[in-house]
Structures are given as C-alpha cells and as structure tokens.
DNA sequence: TTCATAATTGCAATATTGTTGCATTTAGTT
DNA sequence: AACTAAATGCAACAATATTGCAATTATGAA
C-alpha cells in the first residue's frame, strides 16, 4: 500500500521510505521530523532529512512553517498539484490552541486576495483557533 | 526616535537594541536574523537572539515562516494588537518569485474562514506572485 | 546629580537542526 | 541472476539557537 504511494510519485519504495510514510499514515495532524524520530525504532538521522526532502520534493508531504513553531510536515492531498518542491492544495492549515495540534482543513476554495501593486498568484491560508477534539 | 518605539514597548533602549531597530526600519521588506548579523558591524550573537526574542515578545516585530524558507522578521504594525508575543497584523505576507523578498502588505480585511468543525479565531494569508519591483 | 537595582549584555559551554562527501548496499530492471 | 542508478549509513562538519553566570548599564528614586 505505501509501495504504491511511493511509486506513484517516482520514489523507490524501500523500508525506511515505507516506515516514514507509514508514520505519516498513522497521524491525522501535521508531524514535525521529531515526532518521526521518536516513531521510528532506530534510524538514521541524514537519511531521515534526505527522506523527507525527497517527498517533498515529489508531493507526497509538504511543509507547515508557523511563526515560533517547528517545522511540521503533513501529507499531501492525492491531488497536490506539486511541481519539484512546489505544492499547492485546496486546504487550509488550523492550528488550535488548546492541543496545539495542526491540522489540514479541506475548504471549498482558497480566498481570492487581491493586493494593488501586486500579482497574487498563490494564497496559503494559516488560521488559529478551537479544534473539532478540544471543543 | 528608536528610543521612543523601544520604550513604548517597555523594553530599554539600549545601544544594541536601538541598533538592531534601525536595521528593520531601513528595510522595507521582512529580513532574517542573518540579514541584521550581515547589517550589524560587530555583534554578539546570542544578545542579538535575546534582542530578537524581546522584540517579537513586546510586539516590536514579528516572524514570518513560510515552507522551505528561513525564517524573516518584520516590524509590527503600530496597532500591532500584540499580547505576549501574539501577534495580530491586518495585513498579507507576501513574497515575490523574481526577487524572493517578503512584504507585509495591507488589506482592508481579512478574509473570512470558516472550517466545520473548527472555531476559527484568527487568520494570517500567505500570498506569492510579482511584486511591485519585479513587474 | 548620584545611587540602587533590576534588566541587559557578553562569554563559555552546549544543544539542536541540518548538510556534505564517500563507500557500501539495495531496488528495480534487463 | 546480474547490472546499475538510487538510496543508505557513517563520519565530519556547519548553521542555528539556548542556558548559566558574572559584569555592565539604563532607568527611576533619593
């Protein structure tokens, strides 16, 4: 199943790659590269890095930067329009403020902002509040 | 000048932090700790992270985050409505794709989300295009 | 203006995060 | 089964950030 994940999106499926998905899989909220270490039993630290840089690069997760927060990373929606390292997605990315947690929030589409003086041709949405669980 | 900002703020306007200040307000694009390290004659490192800390804590600047960058920093709004290192702009954080450089641009108003499930608090908007330099 | 004091600085040491080069191993193909 | 480009694992290292502590300084009060 994440052998055909990997495939898909032209990476060789080896165990560690696997393994790294697999905790991606098994988390509904963004990760940060710490939370994969402590998920994986043993492992090496640069390939975990080279891991993680190869799937971003070809679309099977992308990165959530928040001010004052680590690097999370998240899966990509199956439909992730990414092109070498560039994504883009129909989601808006919800921190809450009780669990912390991250979460990728489907909508139906992305705010159309317009700016004078500027060509938008990309909108990311980051919002704060309550999530579903701490209700 | 940077005296008076510095001590609305409650922070004392010592030499370093007026100098720290002066390189935001001859930027008018958000810089990274490097970009003031680079502007700084000699420095001490670790004063110039407490620097920073304070200022983002007192709301005299904030962090930008955006995927795959460093992380910049940018002067508050003066209505920055900032408690304890929250943070809360009316405006976008844009970056262009010619010249890379992050803006903070005003908008009358943010958009308005809204995810089921979610109680959405705040919003901060991420736009990338051309900016008006690069047109 | 001087003093007292809490805040700030600067240094040393250290932690965290991420990268590069290279020899070895392995996945996917022929 | 063998070949080959890709991926791994190790060592070394670079960049980024933090903590504790002694010395210094900005600021308000005397």
Redesign the pocket.
């Known amino acids: 199943m994440n052998?055909e994940i990997?495939?898909e999106k032209q990476?060789?499926?080896?165990?560690?790659?696997k393994k790294v998905l697999e905790v991606f899989l098994n988390n509904e909220h963004a990760i940060s590269?710490?939370d994969i270490e402590e998920a994986l039993g043993k492992?090496?630290?640069?390939?975990l890095?080279?891991?993680i840089?190869?799937f971003i690069k070809n679309g099977v997760i992308h990165e959530i930067a928040m001010p004052g927060e680590?690097?999370r990373m998240a899966l990509c929606d199956p439909v992730c329009n990414h092109d070498d390292g560039l994504h883009e997605h129909n989601h808006v990315h919800f921190q809450c403020r009780k669990c912390d947690e991250v979460y990728c929030v489907e909508v139906e589409e992305l705010p159309d902002i317009r700016l004078k003086g500027f060509k938008v041709e990309e909108v990311e949405v980051q919002a704060k509040g309550i999530c579903q669980n701490c209700r």
């Open positions: 052998t990997l495939k990476l060789r499926a080896t165990p560690f790659r590269a710490q492992f090496d630290r640069i390939t890095y080279r891991t840089k190869a680590v690097k």
